[in-house]
T-cell receptor, first 109, second 114 residues
Framework: GQNIDQPTEMTATEGAIVQINCTYQ??????LFWYQQHAGEAPTFLSY??LDGLEEKGRFSSFLSRSKGYSYLLLKELQMKDSASYLC??????????WGAGTKLIIKP | ETGVTQTPRHLVMGMTNKKSLKCEQH?????MYWYKQSAKKPLELMFV???????ENNSVPSRFSPECPNSSHLFLHLHTLQPEDSALYLC?????????????FGAGTRLSVL
């Protein structure tokens, strides 16, 4: 079957580092996406991984292990504006996205 | 601004009403999508259009009727909805090709069915 799991909610402190994990089971896996969604706004694309390893983009990094069906999003030097939901999605053999329920990240001063 | 615009942003309707949601993309994409987003649930894919042709219909009830007159516009026609249809309806577009099929989303229509 197709399944995505990620924590429902996480809390972190401003200036710190947080890692949001995602595990997936996807037939014909074609890559893993991370999106950010602020309350009342559109989900916005953060990263796409199809090969194993770490991809770094400024304060955000995304990691993929295809053999383990595992990804994480790493956010460094947290800012209050990073408070949002983070959505993990895997792409199947038909290039359609299977979505997790999202992780609500709360940043405290 | 994502290049995908949805109207209206908010909609309240009774179960006997007929209304339509509109989506427009200015990104030159060929694929457009309708999703339903309910609180604490994964995004549910409803419909996919590729080059104006419907390629996916994920067992969506007939009270939801999509229309794609061209690659830039997508509508979702609503009639005799149920209270459980209250949700955020998101439109997205993508190139529809290749492995990095990044989807760009509109801000959504918050629908309340009374």
């Amino acid at each position: 079957g197709q399944n995505i799991d990620q924590p429902t909610e996480m809390t972190a402190t401003e200036g710190a580092i947080v890692q949001i994990n995602c595990t997936y089971q996807t037939s014909g896996f074609n890559g893993l996406f991370w999106y950010q969604q602020h309350a009342g706004e559109a989900p916005t694309f953060l990263s796409y991984n199809v090969l194993d390893g770490l991809e770094e983009k400024g304060r955000f990094s995304s990691f993929l292990s295809r053999s383990k069906g595992y990804s994480y999003l790493l956010l460094k030097e947290l800012q209050m504006k990073d408070s949002a939901s983070y959505l993990c999605a895997s792409m199947d053999s038909n290039y359609q996205l299977i979505w997790g329920a999202g992780t609500k990240l709360i940043i405290k001063p | 601004e994502t290049g995908v615009t949805q109207t209206p942003r908010h909609l309240v309707m009774g179960m006997t009403n007929k209304k339509s949601l509109k989506c427009e993309q200015h990104l030159g994409h060929n694929a457009m999508y309708w999703y339903k987003q309910s609180a604490k649930k994964p995004l549910e894919l409803m419909f996919v259009y590729n080059f104006k042709e419907q390629t996916e219909n994920n067992s969506v009830p007939s009270r939801f009727s999509p229309e794609c007159p061209n690659s830039s516009h997508l509508f979702l026609h609503l009639h005799t909805l149920q209270p459980e249809d209250s949700a955020l309806y998101l439109c997205a577009s993508s190139t529809g090709q290749g492995e990095s099929n990044i989807q760009y989303f509109g801000a959504g229509t918050r629908l309340s069915v009374l």
